[in-house]
């Protein structure tokens, strides 16, 4: 288990601890920089959907990739946690996500207040999706709930970056 994904608390308030068994990259083409656990990216460089590579499993294996921000409206007072930002099924094994089913389009990451923590979770699904229940809201999404209510069981990978608003003198 990634030591980071613990102390970024993203195991314990996103999901529970799990050993990952599948790698999972995940980059903006951007800049071309893949996400490491952690990291610092700016807004501006991620308002793309990035390249979600799934590099395990087989072609007989399916995929369902979560993106999601539990620190909305702020990391000091997330009660608004989960913000949801991106889902795909389906994702064949050894492909990426430009392979799946997109049930919920890429939101691009904008947070207001404080640093935040944009996770990628990445669930084997028991067998291809015919009916995935598609949240009512992208607000108060829960990923634990989410998983249970599909038969998702534990991620098998995961990662995360942290981001912030940007000031006008950093976009230059």
Do not use: C
């Not at 949801?84 to 049930?103: C, M, N, Q, R, Y």
């Amino acid at each position: 288990m990634s030591d980071a994904l613990v102390l970024g608390r993203v195991v314990g308030e996103v999901i529970d601890y799990f050993t990952p068994s599948v790698k999972m990259t995940v980059t903006y083409s951007s800049i071309k920089q893949q996400v490491y656990n952690g990291h610092e990216m700016f807004p501006s460089q991620v308002t793309q959907k990035p390249k979600v590579e799934v590099l395990g499993g087989d072609m007989r294996s399916f995929f369902t990739l979560i993106m999601t921000d539990p620190d909305v409206p702020g990391p000091s007072d997330p009660y608004l946690r989960e913000h949801l930002h991106w889902i795909v099924t389906d994702i064949p094994g050894t492909t990426d996500a430009s392979f799946g089913k997109e049930v919920v389009n890429y939101e691009i990451p904008r947070p207001n207040i404080g640093i935040h923590r944009f996770v990628f979770l990445l669930f084997k699904q028991k067998r291809r999706q015919t009916e995935m229940s598609v949240p009512a809201s992208r607000d108060r999404f829960n990923t634990r709930k989410f998983a249970e209510e599909n038969d998702l069981g534990l991620p098998v990978a995961a990662v995360f970056f942290n981001a912030q608003r940007e000031t006008a003198a950093r976009r230059r």
